[in-house]
């Protein structure tokens, strides 16, 4: 078994959306829905852990079940994740962001098993692209893209080591592994994922993705 901790609880800025992006309709259901429904309809999930901004409680209709939990979000990713942490019972956490809605079953389930060998585990896409770093508007460095992987969501992670990292870190962090990369020199499982699980960032996030969910095709 496992918790999901949700996180709900960004701003969605770059969307250019007067309110949360993952309020945003698709099909006439919430991006939120998307991720939480397949959750919570997951036999191996004991409880989806929802976290969100206090002050955007009222905009939020939650189903009536005690497989949900609310908890109110941080400053940061890390402080929310921090939050939903000290909610969860079971050993292994998944942590997903409510802004990907194409999450597939069958990803999750591989996130979950691996942590039945590993510490920590994550979703990931081979880069595609020549990546390139640079500084002051010239090209420093290329990378070895076959060495460069694109990281999602859900991450998997022992709730105890993560919790450990967290309360004895005051970093942010950009996801929940770097913990356990920094703090413990743990490397994540990598399970090769689904390149249209993507987080939907910007309005033409919102476009592509009502596309996927078979919305509007045109």
């Known amino acids: 078994m496992f918790d999901c901790i949700l996180l709900m609880a960004g701003s969605g800025v770059r969307s250019h959306l007067p309110y949360n992006k993952i309020l945003h309709?698709?099909?006439g259901k919430p991006i939120y829905e998307y991720s939480l429904n397949l959750f919570l309809s997951?036999?191996?999930?004991?409880?989806?852990?929802?976290?969100?901004?206090?002050?955007d409680e009222a905009l939020y209709h939650f189903p009536a079940t005690p497989k949900l939990k609310l908890t109110y979000g941080g400053a940061t990713r890390t402080e929310s994740v921090l939050h939903?942490?000290?909610?969860?019972?079971?050993?292994?956490?998944?942590?997903?962001?409510?802004a990907r809605p194409n999450i597939q079953k069958e990803q999750v389930e591989e996130v979950y098993k691996a942590l039945d060998s590993y510490p920590c585990s994550v979703l990931a896409t081979p880069v595609v692209d020549c990546i390139k770093e640079g500084?002051?508007?010239?090209?420093?460095?290329?990378?070895?893209?076959?060495?460069?992987?694109?990281?999602?969501?859900?991450?998997?992670?022992?709730?105890?080591?993560l919790l450990k990292g967290l309360e004895e870190s005051s970093m942010?962090?950009?996801?929940?592994?770097?913990?356990?990369?920094?703090m413990f020199h743990m490397n994540a499982k990598i399970i090769v994922g689904n390149p249209n699980n993507i987080k939907v960032t910007t309005f033409q996030d919102i476009q592509y993705m009502t596309y996927l969910l078979g919305g509007n095709h045109e």
């Not at 939903?84 to 409510?98: F, S």
């Not at 500084?135 to 080591?161: A, E, H, I, Y």
């Open 84 to 98: 939903g942490l000290k909610e969860a019972k079971e050993e292994k956490v998944l942590i997903h962001d409510a």
């Open 172 to 182: 942010s962090y950009y996801d929940d592994v770097e913990v356990l990369e920094k």
């Open 42 to 55: 997951m036999n191996e999930c004991r409880s989806v852990i929802v976290v969100i901004k206090k002050e």
């Open 135 to 161: 500084k002051n508007g010239f090209v420093t460095k290329t990378l070895d893209r076959n060495q460069l992987w694109s990281v999602q969501t859900p991450q998997g992670v022992l709730k105890d080591l």
């Open 25 to 27: 309709p698709i099909q």
